[in-house]
């Protein structure tokens, strides 16, 4: 787990964050138009930022699980288009980690190609080689403090064909660390929920109810090849956008 402190603008109110992962990019079902709309209204929102949460590139090599040979693009193109895509919006990574598509090529060859594509982005600070624990501040609310939230994002590794077996891994990650929000991928459901939490104050010796957000992220891969093949249900492709108010309600609420 790396901890990361991301500074947005200071005359921001709110901010939203994307969590954008398993584009897929290489496989013949990424859908490339989808994932050029949501990095443009990345761009394009002042406020908005986002996290890069794994298998943005689909990674399959020949000794892996999935189709080298069916790949539209090498993982070496793979790699040169995520770094193009995401240039315009670099400065509004808040993280960047890889799932276990980009794992395929280190577990073979010892390449980590989310950590090239980082340094590639001019982003290695805000790279983590497992999770991320990000300080996301903004805005002012008390003599001139930021409000601040955090944010634990990792890629998933669970499975589970059913709705409720993703939301479990989504819960479980509470009881690895304390966040206001948590952002998990790799099953391909979008998904948010809250639930409420007794934080312990230590200096003040006392205790107070928050809540927390739970969030899975989308998949820009349209039905068929592996999926079809193994009877798994189509994914949804809206991705959810979460949104970040002021440091003293400590308000949060996700998009669907």
Sequence with gaps: ??????????????????????????????????????????RDTPNMLCTLSGD?????????????????????????RCVELF?????????????????RIYKQ???NVTELMAIQLGIADRYASTTAFVFLEFGHFNHGQPSRYSIYSTHGSRGGR???AKALQLA???????ADCYICAHTHLPMSFKEA???????????????????????ALD?????????????ATEYPIIEFYDGKTRKMKCIL
């Design 1 to 42: 787990m790396k901890i990361i402190t991301y500074q947005g603008s200071r005359e921001w109110d709110t901010a939203k964050v994307m969590p954008l992962a398993d584009f897929h990019l290489g496989d013949r079902n990424a859908d490339l138009q989808l994932v050029k709309r949501l990095i443009e209204e990345v």
């Design 56 to 80: 943005l590139m689909d990674a399959a090599t020949k000794t892996s699980i999935g189709d080298t040979y069916g790949a539209v693009i090498s993982p070496m193109e793979q790699l040169k």
């Design 87 to 103: 240039a315009p919006i670099a400065d509004k990574v808040i993280c960047i980690h890889g799932g276990n598509h980009e794992n």
């Design 109 to 111: 060859d010892g390449i």
């Design 162 to 164: 059913k709705e409720g």
């Design 172 to 178: 479980d990650l509470a009881s690895i660390v304390d």
């Design 197 to 219: 939490f007794y934080r312990v104050d230590p200096t003040h010796r006392n205790v107070f109810k928050t809540t927390k957000l739970f969030v899975n992220t989308s998949s």
């Design 223 to 235: 039905y068929g090849g592996y999926g079809d093949r193994q009877g798994y249900k189509p994914s």
